[in-house]
């Protein structure tokens, strides 16, 4: 009989032990998934994408049920998967991405967990761009305005805006840019000091140099990639002059013999745009010998190159659009209209610059502009903005239409 109750003892113990909930995993006050969470998703905004997977993994070690972290990971690997250059394994990512974000939808309890979810789908799809990314998008940011968020413990986000912000990073992306205008407006406007304001202050400030420079006129795909670049290479501003001034049938309107226009070509196609995306906008520039698109001597390889991604500084830029206004006008006093002057209306362009003529040429023509502080900013890289507003005003210059 004793050892029968023994036995029910035992098993009583047994089963009480197997009822307890496991011991913690994670005890310290900062080793807990949110406070990874957090590290994570800031370790991902200066896209230390390994700082943040540790991040992540760590949070879900510590509570294997934790949404957030999934969703962080959706993110992280939907980064690593812009950064992979090989198909196989950029498509592996992708498939990571998307199954932590589905695992962090599943596992959503609360409407905060859903935003962060949902959030992060704006994201990931804007990243990924596969099939309708953009509805994609534009559905995880409808959902996640219904949410019934509490700010307070929305500890990375902080606020709704942090979807409004990102909605507009897609349609940037996207080349929507009025809709990516009036979503980073949204964002400025929902708060005075939030998290997001500054991002969205400089996109805002971005976007609508690009909607201003366009100004109404009809963009191709070719410019609307250029348009939001931060600088401009060389190969860049020769498939604007091509695809979206037309340069090439604007020239040859200048020429009465259509047998010598047959006749032209490059000299040399140059070795480093053999596989160029932009090689036949380049060979059409250095065809009509645009001044300032010209090959340059290559110290290294002994030969000349053309360096399409060499940036394109503004005296460069205004010396390029002064040659290419005498081609089409055939005014060639241009070339020294401002010669001979001593004082220059730019602090930072000397009359005794190379670009000097060029750079009063394009500013008295409305074609480029100095900043309010006086400069002409001379040796500063051309964003995709002004290249787009500088070959539309040229456009207006001209009357071609």
């Excluded at 993110?75 to 991405?97: H, P």
Aim: charged share 30%.
């Amino acid at each position: 009989m004793k050892r029968f109750w023994l036995l029910v003892m035992l098993a009583a113990v047994t089963a009480l032990a197997g009822c307890a909930t496991p011991p913690a995993r994670c005890t310290s006050p900062e080793d807990n998934p949110r406070h990874h969470y957090l590290r994570g998703m800031e370790a991902l905004e200066t896209l230390k994408v390994d700082v943040a997977m540790e991040k992540f993994d760590r949070a879900v070690y510590c509570e294997d049920q934790f949404s957030a972290a999934y969703s962080g990971r959706a993110v992280a690997f939907a980064i690593k998967s812009r950064l992979q250059g090989d198909a196989g394994y950029k498509g592996v990512e992708i498939d990571r991405a998307m199954e932590n974000l589905e695992k962090g939808r599943k596992l959503a309890e609360t409407d905060n967990d859903r935003f962060e979810n949902l959030v992060a789908a704006i994201r990931v799809n804007n990243l990924i761009k596969g099939n309708k990314w953009l509805d994609a998008a534009e559905d995880a940011y409808r959902e996640a305005m219904n949410q019934k968020i509490d700010e307070k413990l929305l500890d990375y986000y902080q606020g709704k805006e942090a979807a409004t912000y990102f909605m507009g990073l897609a349609y940037l992306d996207a080349y929507e840019f009025r809709k990516a205008e009036d979503k980073f407006r949204e964002t400025l406007d929902a708060r005075k000091d939030g998290k997001w304001n500054e991002p969205a202050d400089r996109a805002w400030k971005k976007t609508d140099k690009i909607v201003r420079a366009m100004g109404g006129i009809t963009v191709g795909d070719v410019g609307k990639k250029i348009a939001v670049m931060a600088s401009v290479g060389r190969g860049d501003l020769a498939a604007l002059l091509i695809d979206e001034l037309k340069l090439d049938k604007l020239f040859q309107g200048r020429i009465p013999v259509k047998s010598q226009v047959d006749k032209m070509q490059a000299e040399f196609t140059p070795a480093d745009i053999m596989n160029y995306p932009f090689k036949d906008e380049v060979l059409t520039v250095m065809k009509w010998k645009v001044r300032g698109l010209e090959p340059k001597f290559d110290e290294t390889t002994k030969a000349y190159l053309f360096k399409p991604g060499e940036k394109v500084a503004r005296g460069e830029m205004a010396f390029i659009l002064e040659d290419v206004l005498m081609k089409l006008t055939g005014d060639e006093k241009l070339a020294t209209a401002f010669f001979g002057q001593d004082r220059s209306p730019f602090p930072d362009v000397k009359p005794t610059s190379p670009f000097y003529n060029a750079v009063l040429n394009m500013t008295t023509r409305g074609i480029m502009e100095g900043e309010l502080s006086g400069d002409f900013r001379i040796n500063d890289p051309v964003d995709g903005a002004e290249a787009i507003l500088a070959v539309r005003m040229l456009q207006q210059r001209i009357n071609i239409h």
